[in-house]
């Protein structure tokens, strides 16, 4: 492992402050009614991500030499972003190997900034081997999108600030992928509140950092699979491994409909927008899986770089998972009057009617029966279960229960 020290981390902070955005600590929020939870919106900061932060400190620090021959680095989108920036502000040339499968608004965003676009199949890692073929091809310099020593400096700065924003912080709640966002904030805070704990979040389809420290050795994952493409790593760094075992108190954890519920959220309760890596976090306390109850806790919303249309998928899981918007099917006889007979137990309970899919040829215990599947929209969980206890109740049959689509 590379040695890092806190003045390199105040360092990148002089180098970065007419550049990236001291960006807010908003709240108290309504996220928990566990603990009393701050935003640090780094989806507010230029490009949309923290990452500008690491990769241009690290550009800057580049010797003459390199600057020359022009960079090369890999990402899932918001590291493209900070180094095309930097790249330009320097005069230097960049190219950019990124996923294919990337959000179309990060691959654009890249070319406004810049930089010229390598797209390569598959995720990430795919997109790191082919930076590296090519770096070794045309003599570009690398900038790490998380292993690199200040690259991590960069993102340290985090850290720093939430400190002087909140002094009072208990604890910090981060996103995981490679490692870099943690490794910074966890040095930086560690170094510098030894009792504030750090805890890392990664999404549940993408989990190279958790089981890595698991197992105490770094993991490769034969494949990741997560709404979280930002956070979407096979295999964290070296130097990223190292100082999470040393510096993060514990790594978690979310699924992906949990991750859905926590942008819906963001989005309409804080009016913040966060692609799916920087709602994990959010995610983590929404849905109590840290010790953080009764504590004054911050969680790193680190990107809010989302596609639109990814955006609107999250949403519609989003008030799955959340109980907004639910699917009933029944087992009714085909009789007129009988559909409406449902209607009014639903409207009673003060539920909506989104569709209705009307099944004659079906799976009907009944020789004249029909299956009916209805997307309502309702306010919660307990209000779903109250609608499935009533149709019961009115004598209707649920083939399955009451359950969540997605």
Do not use: W
């Amino acid at each position: 492992m590379e040695n890092l020290d806190i003045s390199e981390i105040f360092k990148a902070r002089e180098v970065l402050k007419n550049v990236a955005v001291e960006t807010p600590v908003v709240g108290p929020t309504n996220i928990s009614d566990r603990c009393e939870v701050y935003l640090k919106a780094e989806c507010l900061q230029l490009t949309g991500s923290f990452k500008l932060r690491g990769a241009y400190y690290k550009i800057s620090q580049l010797s003459d030499e390199e600057k020359s021959r022009g960079v090369i680095a890999c990402s899932a989108g918001n590291h493209a972003q900070g180094v095309a920036l930097g790249a330009t502000h320097n005069g230097i040339k960049s190219l950019i190997c990124l996923p294919a499968g990337a959000p179309l608004s990060k691959i654009e965003a890249t070319k406004r900034l810049g930089a010229e676009v390598c797209l390569v199949d598959g995720v990430y890692d795919d997109a790191y081997e082919k930076a590296l073929e090519l770096r070794d091809k045309e003599g570009y310099t690398f900038v790490h999108p998380f292993d690199d020593v200040k690259v991590i400096a960069g993102q340290g700065t985090i850290g720093i600030e939430i400190i002087e924003q909140l002094p009072q912080t208990q604890a910090i709640v981060v996103p995981i992928g490679g490692g870099g966002l943690i490794s910074g904030i966890a040095f930086a805070v560690k170094t510098l509140r030894p009792d504030i704990k750090i805890y890392g979040v990664q999404a549940e389809g993408a989990p190279s950092m958790k089981k890595s420290i698991d197992e105490g050795k770094r993991v490769h994952l034969d494949s990741v699979s997560t709404i979280a493409d930002g956070i979407s790593v096979k295999e964290p760094g070296i130097n990223t491994f190292e100082m999470c075992r040393k510096y993060v108190d514990e790594v978690v954890t979310v699924t992906d409909d949990e991750v859905a519920a926590a942008i819906l959220n963001l989005l309409e309760k804080q009016k913040m927008v966060a692609e799916g890596a920087g709602a994990v976090s959010v995610a983590a306390v929404m849905f109590n899986k840290l010790p953080v109850d009764g504590k004054k806790v911050v969680c790193v919303v680190s990107g809010g770089n989302i596609d639109v249309n990814i955006l609107n998928r999250a949403m519609t899981r989003g008030l799955v998972k959340s109980g907004r918007v639910t699917t009933v099917t029944l087992d009714l006889s085909d009789r007129p009057g009988a559909l409406s007979g449902v209607c009014k137990v639903i409207a009673d309970l003060g539920a909506n009617v989104l569709s209705v899919i009307h099944e004659r040829v079906s799976t009907s215990t009944q020789i004249n029966g029909c299956v009916i599947h209805m997307e309502l929209e309702t306010r919660n969980n307990e209000h779903v279960a109250e609608i499935r206890k009533g149709l019961e109740d009115a004598g209707y049959s649920l083939i399955t229960e009451i359950r969540n689509k997605g």
